[in-house]
């Protein structure tokens, strides 16, 4: 299982390339992905995936010869602060439309008939996740941006 963690931005943050080149900004209150770790205050290290094509080199035969190939690589880590009482761990599942579920997602599913809206906990015996996230749940918001979808079912 991928450990990942996400919480909500404390702050604004730009996220740059190498070379400078601003590749995201993350506003205040946005959601970030990435470890998380503490160090007086609750951090997520975030990184961005870049796809590039390689750059020339001059070289003919070797320009010639890496055409049409992706640079994949990952920008150095940044930490980003984020709000402790939304940090929330991966499961390791995704729901039917492929996103990944968190701790404290919101999921609806529907199975021989019954239509259930459960929150996403994590279990205290087993150390795993409720079993609400089984392929067939579809994320419908989560408790820090949608508890009025608790209060309807």
């Known amino acids: 299982m991928e450990i990942l963690f996400r919480g909500r931005s404390l702050k604004d943050y730009e996220v740059k390339d ?9 506003k205040k209150g946005d ?9 007086y205050d609750t951090y997520i290290k975030y990184t961005q995936t870049v796809h590039s094509e ?6 003919y035969e070797l320009d010639i010869e890496y055409a049409g190939y992706d640079l994949v690589y990952e920008t150095e880590p940044i930490d980003i602060e ?3 009482k939304t940090v929330d761990q991966y499961t390791g599942k995704k729901d039917i439309e492929d996103n990944k579920i968190f701790e404290s997602d919101i999921v609806k599913s529907d199975v021989f008939g019954r239509k259930r809206v459960r929150v996403v906990e994590r279990c205290n015996y087993t150390g795993g996740f409720s079993e609400y996230t089984a ?3 579809s994320i419908i918001g ?9 209060e309807e079912n």
């Not at 190498?18 to 993350?26: A, F, P, S």
């Not at 959601?31 to 160090?39: F, L």
């Not at 989560?142 to 608790?150: A, G, K, V, Y």
């Open 18 to 26: 190498c070379d400078g080149t601003v590749l995201r900004k993350i």
């Open 31 to 39: 959601w970030v992905e990435g470890y998380y770790h503490y160090y």
């Open 54 to 59: 390689p750059p020339l080199t001059g070289d």
């Open 82 to 84: 984020v709000d402790p």
């Open 135 to 137: 392929p067939h749940a």
């Open 142 to 150: 989560n408790i820090h941006d949608n508890p009025e979808l608790l």
